[in-house]
């Protein structure tokens, strides 16, 4: 099992810059893929940034409506990840949510089998 927590979602000004984090536990973490998927009132659930380890590399991939804006980074000493928001527009505001796969990568909810509870990120115009 593994256990995720978000946290550091809030108000920003549009143009504004915000930092989630994921805290991870119940697994080894650097083994793991963790992305960032958000939902915006009245919509699906879409991919935003994943992070995983292949052969002693660290790969990254972004939703195109988030690439050059948001950096998914992670910290395996404290089994963290982090989203890097920045430039950040109104139509960012979504509830965010941390996910974990412990095989493979993808962009859809299915690829995932842990989910965080979420936090709410709220860019104001």
């Known amino acids: 099992q593994v256990q995720l927590v978000e946290s550091g979602g809030g108000l920003v000004q549009a143009g504004g810059s915000l930092r989630l984090s994921c805290t991870v536990s119940g697994r080894t973490f650097s083994s793991i893929t963790m992305a960032w998927f958000r939902q915006a009132p009245g919509k699906q659930r879409a991919f935003a940034a994943y992070i995983r380890r292949s052969g002693g590399l660290t790969f990254t991939r972004y939703a195109d409506s988030v690439k050059g804006r948001f950096t998914i980074s992670r910290d395996n000493a404290k089994n963290m990840v982090y989203l890097q928001m920045s430039s950040l527009k109104p139509e960012d505001t979504a509830n965010y949510y941390c996910?974990?796969?412990?095989?493979?990568?993808?962009?859809?909810?299915?690829?995932?089998?842990?989910w965080g509870q979420g936090t709410q990120v709220t860019v104001s115009s």
């Open positions: 996910a974990a796969t412990l095989s493979g990568s993808g962009l859809s909810e299915g690829d995932y089998d842990y």
